[in-house]
């Protein structure tokens, strides 16, 4: 089994940033792909970005590319968002997934818990 540990979230004025880091416990193996997604009130959850771990391939939703970087650390198998230029539509919680097999959008193996972004003046 996977453990999911997110970290970073919390307050920020628009146009503030935030890290955000992942760190997988558990199972040691190597991860196919690790990311980020969110999920505002009453609406569903999104992918926001993720990185493949055999060639630091990354992609990202249109809604933050030039605003928030991915990056990883495939020694600790952790991952980080870094978000600059946040909005008020970036409130969300947002949650770290692992997968095994899957890159982008289609990743569903693992979850974290969530950690929660508000954007607020």
């Known amino acids: 089994q996977v453990h999911l540990v997110e970290s970073g979230g919390g307050l920020v004025q628009p146009g503030g940033s935030l890290k955000l880091s992942c760190a997988a416990f558990g199972r040691t193996f190597r991860p196919y792909a690790m990311g980020w997604f969110r999920e505002a009130p009453g609406k569903e959850r999104e992918f926001v970005g993720a990185?493949?771990?055999?060639?630091?391939?990354?992609e990202y939703a249109d809604f933050v590319k030039g605003r928030f970087t991915i990056s990883r650390d495939s020694a600790r198998n952790t991952v980080d968002l870094q978000m600059n230029n946040l909005r008020f539509e970036d409130t969300a919680v947002y949650f770290c997934a692992l997968d095994r097999r899957r890159f982008g959008i289609s990743m569903n193996d693992y979850w974290g818990d969530g950690t929660q972004v508000t954007v607020s003046s």
């Open positions: 990185v493949r771990w055999a060639d630091s391939i990354i």
